[in-house]
């Protein structure tokens, strides 16, 4: 059920995130943009709407408490029974559809890896090399990248999580100009030095959860999109309008070489990006003075988004019964025709009893205190504040000892002294009656005897 608000939560944001985001990122950072589209990504495998079950103890209700769905007629308790029976295979196969897709992408990506690695060759090149040192000093990367050919990719990428790939087409190597060259690797160090495939890598995995919903792939793809995207501003920032021509033209160059083979491009990030679409919406970003976006506008933003996750997560919370009502399976179904609905019951005025204000009220021991007449033996009560106070019993009529009584914590003890000059004393947990005056005593606590007695 939390999955399934989740997925609630997650698509009213998504669904204002896509209507907006491409408006917004003309005056914020496509960084930010990132950041909002993980957010939203958040939203559909979080379940933000416990936050406010919290106070509410919805949890703890519904867990004590059976779901009653009163329906009108026969018939619509027949149709929501199947319903609702249907829906209870539901868990099973979404559970099943997760370890299928999880199972299916882990082993993609490890076969493609292997694959990789048993294809691939270091570059042996003077230009490749002295351009490779150039622009790790210029990105200040200190990861451990392999840049290696392999004559089974057709595009330029970056893979690997813990060691990183740069991985070139072979029919490529010697056709690149040094600028060519230079503009490949600053691309896929720019990738690198932001954990770019691993984030790739992940939305693939977390899609395997959400393998049923469209809404999540738009934001993966939406999210591919925006990472090239940021990367491109980030390598062209200071490139005058020639030089980005330069790498538009690069980048078609490199789809036309690379457009008939994509089905691994979900576990790696590419400098040509994953549909044409792409291509030309990154274009049109890398060749546009775009206004920078300043903190102000940046904040302003980042807060307006975390507000309408706050009223997407009580959306979803407000449809908390109706999802219940659906998915659990400790629902009864009734007939409105054929139930009578009692809202409670009555109690008379003299069966209510009084409640009185005290210091301490619990349920009266069975045993009570009763004082001896003996002059050898004294009793005494201690209270939890240090006064002590000796007790001759309860001085109050019999009629009056049934009330409720208002009882106090006290330790009670009984003293005796015996023939023999010594006494022994008997100390009691105990409570006591402030209103008559009765003491009742529990469990003894310890009995003290001494020789001879002192007191």
């Not at 491409?22 to 005056?27: A, L, M, N």
């Not at 451990?144 to 790939?165: D, L, Q, S, T």
């Not at 679409?277 to 976006?293: P, T």
């Not at 006591?432 to 007191?455: A, R």
Request: net charge negative; proline share 3%.
């Amino acid at each position: 059920m939390l999955a399934v608000m989740a997925s609630i939560c997650g698509f009213m944001f998504s669904i204002v995130y896509f209507l907006l985001a491409r408006f917004v990122y003309q005056t914020i950072s496509s960084k930010l943009i990132i950041m909002i589209n993980i957010i939203a990504v958040c939203s559909f495998l979080i379940p933000f709407c416990m936050i406010l079950f919290i106070p509410e103890e919805t949890e703890v209700f519904f867990g004590d408490y059976n779901i009653v769905v009163m329906l009108s007629n026969e018939w619509e308790c027949f149709v929501f029974e199947k319903i609702h029976d249907f829906i209870q295979y539901i868990n099973i196969i979404w559970l099943l559809g997760v370890i299928f897709f999880l199972f299916l992408n882990i082993y993609e990506y490890i076969t493609f890896v292997q694959k990789l690695k048993k294809k691939s060759f270091h570059i042996q090149d003077d230009t490749w090399e002295i351009i490779i040192e150039k622009v790790t000093k210029k990105w200040n990367c200190n990861k451990k990248v392999h840049i290696v050919g392999n004559p089974e990719i057709f595009e330029p990428c970056v893979v690997g999580i813990k060691e990183h790939y740069i991985i070139i087409p072979a029919k490529l190597i010697d056709r690149l100009t040094a600028e060519e060259i230079e503009l490949i690797l600053s691309h896929e160090f720019f990738h690198i030095k932001h954990n770019d495939a691993l984030l790739n890598f992940l939305m693939v995995l977390l899609t395997s959860f959400h393998w049923f919903n469209p809404i999540f792939y738009f934001l993966r793809q939406n999210l591919y999109e925006y990472i090239e995207i940021n990367c491109d501003e980030a390598v062209t920032h200071d490139f005058d309008e020639e030089k980005k021509m330069l790498y538009c033209k690069l980048i078609v160059k490199i789809i036309e070489e690379s457009k008939q083979y994509k089905k691994w491009k979900s576990y790696v990030v590419c400098i040509g990006g994953s549909s044409k679409k792409e291509y030309f919406r990154r274009i049109e970003c890398i060749m546009s003075k775009k206004r920078k976006g300043n903190i102000v506008k940046n904040v302003a933003v980042l807060t307006v988004a975390c507000a309408w996750l706050f009223e997407s997560t009580a959306i979803a919370k407000n449809m908390d019964f109706t999802i219940r009502q659906l998915f659990s399976n400790r629902v009864d179904i009734t007939n409105a025709e054929t139930t009578e609905i009692i809202l409670g019951l009555e109690i008379p005025e003299e069966e209510v009893p009084e409640v009185r204000d005290a210091s301490y009220i619990e349920p009266i021991p069975e045993n009570q205190l009763i004082v001896e007449d003996n002059p050898d033996i004294s009793y005494k009560l201690f209270f939890e504040d240090g006064t002590s106070i000796p007790y001759y019993g309860a001085e109050m009529e019999e009629s009056r000892a049934s009330h409720v009584h208002t009882l106090k914590n006290t330790t009670a003890t009984k003293h005796t002294k015996l023939k023999d000059g010594s006494c022994e004393t008997k100390y009691y947990e105990a409570r006591y009656c402030v209103d008559c005056g009765m003491v009742f005593y529990d469990k003894l606590i310890e009995t003290v005897t001494k020789n001879p007695c002192n007191h």
